[in-house]
């Protein structure tokens, strides 16, 4: 079994920073793109940034700028560092993780989610 546990979410007010943290943990043979993503109440989810094991990164245009994705593959984290926070932002932030395992003799790759942890940005 492969977990992702977030940390890092709270109330801040409008222009300041969290720092969100996934870590991943389980039987893990190797992991390939990691991401976070967000959905707001009434909204659907959506991609805020993703980081390959290689590190080539991609932002959503809405974050570019003030966001900062960047991963460690030797301990299985991706972070989510989080600048000048708008009203727009705040939703329940998910990290996502594309993950390899073994299986007897074969390899298993799927997706796997973290359950989400709370971004609220108001004054």
């Known amino acids: 079994q492969v977990q992702l546990v977030e940390s890092g979410g709270g109330l801040v007010q409008p222009g300041g920073s969290l720092r969100l943290s996934c870590a991943a943990s389980?039987?893990?043979?190797?992991?390939?793109?990691m991401g976070w993503y967000r959905q707001a109440p009434g909204n659907l989810r959506e991609l805020v940034a993703t980081v390959t094991r290689d590190g080539i990164t991609n932002h959503a245009d809405s974050v570019k700028g003030r966001f900062t994705i960047s991963r460690d593959n030797a301990k299985n984290t991706v972070a989510l560092q989080m600048n000048s926070l708008k009203p727009e932002d705040t939703a329940g932030y998910y990290c996502?993780?594309?993950?390899?395992?073994?299986?007897?003799?074969?390899?298993?790759?799927?997706?796997?989610w973290g359950q989400g942890t709370q971004v609220t940005v108001s004054s």
């Open positions: 389980g039987s893990i043979f190797s992991i390939n793109t």
């Open positions: 996502k993780a594309i993950v390899r395992t073994v299986d007897g003799s074969r390899y298993l790759e799927r997706v796997y």
